[in-house]
């Protein structure tokens, strides 16, 4: 009985000094999942079943909640890491169903884009959100600030 070795593929030495994107991808949608389910419940729990229910959503709840830093950095980790969980799936759905380079290229480059877009806005609506702002007209305040 003869035992041959087989030699390692070439992309196998390449792997060993390059970081592997997609092994790290991977760990992080498996991460990124559990924290989700745990930051969604979370929310879900607060906005829906505590207190009143969905009655007691309205444009006051929201500036009482990020009134406190807690819930600025929660809503923000959920906000980060759903867009970029997302985001990591549609690259993947895109590198696998997508031939033509050049489209792949396209396709991925917007969901880049908006992925960046939209976390830098929900950051800073999560982070400058001011229901009571200096120098806006009475009128223009909801009935819980104080006057001018």
Known sequence: MTTETIAPPRSADAARRTTNWEKWGWIYMRASGVLLVVLIFGHL???????????QIDFAFVAGKWASPFWQIWDTLMLWLALIHGSNGMRTI????VAKPGVRKTLLGAVLV???LLIVLGTLVCWTFDPCPAGAAAADLPSFCPAP
């Open 45 to 55: 729990f607060v906005n829906m079943v505590a207190g009143e229910g969905v009655k």
């Open 94 to 97: 895109i590198n696998d169903y």
């Open 114 to 116: 908006a992925c960046v």
